[in-house]
């Protein structure tokens, strides 16, 4: 996916997310990204390597030792589960696409260092960075059909993924646990690499593209539909990072006020109890039931605008449990239970808005408040350009004070400067093809413009000439 990929643009990105979490968890103190190379070899290559200093402050960058990850770095062959062979993290999080943390070294299957060197002390938590198959190129999406296990059967049959690289944080001994704050911050992190990654890739695409257009135009033609197209289609990808990242920042304002008013989210209680509910029935449609649980494990993931939360929760869970009580005997006092949780979590999506919570926060202004309230809970489906300004503007304020709120800041501008060249790259593509199309040769001259050939359109200029 990124073996071509500018070595030292790699190690830049990666840099700043290890960085980024090595100084934003007091606990962690060594961090290593690897690269999963295409499909079918999917060679892991350690990338780069960073240890913070005692003062956590300073940190020294580099590939220290001899490792079988090192360059040219390990075939899928040779670390993937198989008999006789001692467990790795890394297979676990190519294969099964989940994270892996070795919170008690001495117990854990897969922490290879206690296995093979006997060191007790190899806390850590590895995360893979997923791809879709369809931003994929598409040798690589092919070729990832033809992955297996030891047993020959395919892995990411089931997945709409693909994993193209692992971050690795070493932890101090007994501060990492399954489940903490800091594995859901390294998979919401593993996602903003994924993002600039392909940012970079994109950006790499479109300026290889544009370079070949304006050194070959009879073969414009030919460029744009096998190569512009693929480029084009990513700006509904842009358009739903954007709304991940609005998710992610309504996720932090209702913690934040949940913090201040001293309470738990009632969502996690209420999906528990359903849980229970489902696992206590004595007869059940086992199929319904487990997408019922899906459908409420699922609830806890998403942060939908309040309109399409309330729709998903209907669609999702009320019509599924509607449909399991008439067919199962069931007494009253469950089915009030159950709608009495439904009801708490269709209350919880207005939580973050509800004017008597939000006027009792007084750590923003009240002007602030009321402008951000309306930005990160309108409809994400008419989120523009100003709207965009408008959060990003905020989020410059320090009164804000949202956890990651400048990496929040930085990735939704990168988005915003995509989005844009991806609209300006369409825009340059439909007066390419109507030019190829329609033979307008006199029209076309070749630019340069900072060492870099541009077909321009001449009259574009006359015209502009002509006003002044």
Same mark, same amino acid.
């Given at each position: 996916?990124?073996?071509?990929?500018?070595?030292?643009?790699?190690?830049?990105?990666?840099?700043?997310? #290890?960085?980024?979490?090595?100084?934003?968890?007091?606990?962690?103190?060594?961090?290593?990204?690897?690269?999963?190379?295409?499909?079918?070899?999917?060679?892991?290559?350690?990338?780069?390597?960073?240890? =913070?200093?005692?003062?956590?402050? @300073?940190?020294?960058?580099?590939?220290?030792?001899?490792?079988?990850?090192? &360059?040219?770095?390990?075939?899928?062959?040779?670390?993937?589960?198989?008999?006789? /062979?001692?467990?790795?993290?890394?297979?676990?999080?190519?294969?099964?696409?989940?994270?892996?943390?070795?919170?008690?070294?001495?117990?854990?299957?897969?922490?290879?260092?206690?296995?093979?060197?006997?060191?007790?002390?190899?806390?850590?938590?590895?995360?893979?960075?997923?791809?879709?198959?369809?931003?994929?190129?598409?040798?690589?999406?092919?070729?990832?059909?033809?992955? @297996?296990?030891?047993?020959?059967? *395919?892995?990411?049959?089931?997945?709409?993924?693909?994993?193209?690289?692992? =971050?690795?944080? &070493?932890?101090?001994?007994?501060?990492?646990?399954?489940?903490?704050?800091?594995?859901?911050?390294?998979?919401?992190?593993?996602?903003? *690499?994924?993002?600039?990654?392909?940012?970079?890739?994109?950006?790499?695409?479109?300026?290889?593209?544009?370079?070949?257009?304006?050194?070959?135009?009879?073969?414009?033609?030919?460029?744009?539909?096998?190569?512009?197209?693929?480029?084009?289609?990513?700006?509904?990808? #842009?358009?739903?990072?954007?709304?991940?990242?609005?998710?992610?920042? /309504?996720?932090?304002?209702? /913690?934040?006020?949940?913090?201040?008013?001293?309470?738990?989210?009632?969502?996690?209680?209420?999906?528990?109890?359903?849980?229970?509910?489902?696992?206590? *029935?004595?007869?059940?449609d086992s199929e319904l039931r487990k997408n019922l649980m899906d459908a409420h494990n699922k609830f806890l993931e998403l942060s939908l605008p309040t309109e399409k939360g309330i729709n998903w929760l209907n669609m999702q869970i009320?019509?599924?449990?509607?449909?399991?009580?008439?067919?199962?005997?069931?007494?009253?006092?469950?089915?009030?239970?159950?709608?009495?949780?439904?009801?708490?979590?269709?209350?919880?999506?207005?939580?973050?808005?509800?004017?008597?919570?939000?006027?009792?926060?007084?750590?923003?202004?009240?002007?602030?408040?009321?402008?951000?309230?309306?930005?990160?809970?309108?409809?994400?489906?008419?989120?523009?350009?100003?709207?965009?300004? &408008?959060?990003?503007?905020?989020?410059?304020?320090?009164?804000?004070?949202?956890?990651?709120?400048?990496?929040?800041?930085?990735?939704?501008?990168?988005?915003?400067?995509?989005?844009?060249?991806?609209?300006?790259?369409?825009?340059?593509?439909?007066?390419?093809?109507?030019?190829?199309?329609?033979?307008?040769?006199?029209?076309?001259?070749?630019?340069?413009?900072?060492?870099?050939?541009?077909?321009?359109?001449?009259?574009?200029?006359?015209?502009?000439?002509?006003?002044?």
């Amino acid at each position: 996916m990124f073996s071509d990929m500018e070595k030292t643009a790699l190690e830049a990105v990666c840099r700043e997310m #290890i960085e980024t979490i090595l100084l934003c968890m007091p606990n962690a103190f060594k961090g290593t990204i690897y690269r999963i190379g295409p499909p079918p070899d999917l060679t892991a290559e350690r990338i780069t390597s960073g240890i =913070i200093s005692n003062g956590n402050t @300073k940190i020294s960058w580099g590939l220290p030792y001899e490792s079988e990850y090192n &360059h040219p770095g390990k075939k899928w062959s040779e670390y993937r589960d198989e008999p006789g /062979r001692a467990l790795e993290a890394m297979a676990w999080c190519v294969e099964k696409q989940k994270s892996w943390t070795s919170e008690e070294p001495t117990n854990d299957s897969r922490n290879i260092l206690m296995q093979v060197e006997g060191k007790p002390d190899d806390f850590f938590h590895m995360e893979p960075v997923l791809l879709h198959k369809s931003d994929a190129q598409s040798d690589a999406y092919m070729s990832s059909q033809f992955i @297996k296990d030891y047993k020959d059967d *395919l892995i990411w049959k089931e997945s709409d993924y693909i994993v193209i690289a692992v =971050i690795k944080i &070493h932890f101090k001994p007994y501060t990492i646990k399954i489940g903490s704050n800091e594995t859901i911050i390294m998979k919401r992190l593993s996602r903003s *690499l994924g993002t600039e990654l392909l940012s970079h890739r994109l950006r790499d695409d479109s300026m290889k593209t544009m370079q070949r257009l304006a050194k070959d135009r009879l073969n414009a033609f030919n460029i744009l539909a096998d190569s512009l197209r693929n480029a084009i289609t990513k700006s509904a990808l #842009i358009f739903s990072l954007i709304k991940q990242e609005i998710g992610y920042l /309504r996720d932090q304002w209702e /913690r934040m006020i949940l913090e201040n008013r001293e309470e738990k989210d009632v969502k996690f209680k209420a999906i528990k109890e359903l849980n229970d509910i489902l696992i206590n *029935l004595d007869e059940e449609d086992s199929e319904l039931r487990k997408n019922l649980m899906d459908a409420h494990n699922k609830f806890l993931e998403l942060s939908l605008p309040t309109e399409k939360g309330i729709n998903w929760l209907n669609m999702q869970i009320k019509e599924r449990w509607t449909n399991l009580f008439t067919k199962i005997p069931h007494d009253d006092e469950k089915e009030t239970i159950v709608w009495d949780n439904i009801g708490k979590l269709e209350k919880s999506l207005y939580f973050g808005q509800d004017t008597d919570i939000i006027n009792n926060y007084k750590k923003i202004p009240d002007e602030t408040k009321t402008e951000w309230v309306r930005l990160i809970y309108g409809n994400d489906d008419s989120f523009n350009n100003s709207s965009l300004d &408008h959060v990003i503007d905020i989020l410059d304020n320090s009164n804000i004070n949202i956890p990651y709120q400048e990496k929040s800041k930085k990735a939704l501008k990168q988005l915003k400067a995509l989005r844009d060249t991806m609209c300006q790259l369409e825009r340059n593509t439909n007066f390419l093809l109507y030019q190829v199309l329609n033979g307008g040769n006199e029209g076309l001259v070749l630019e340069n413009r900072n060492g870099i050939d541009h077909l321009v359109d001449k009259n574009y200029f006359l015209r502009d000439n002509s006003v002044n």
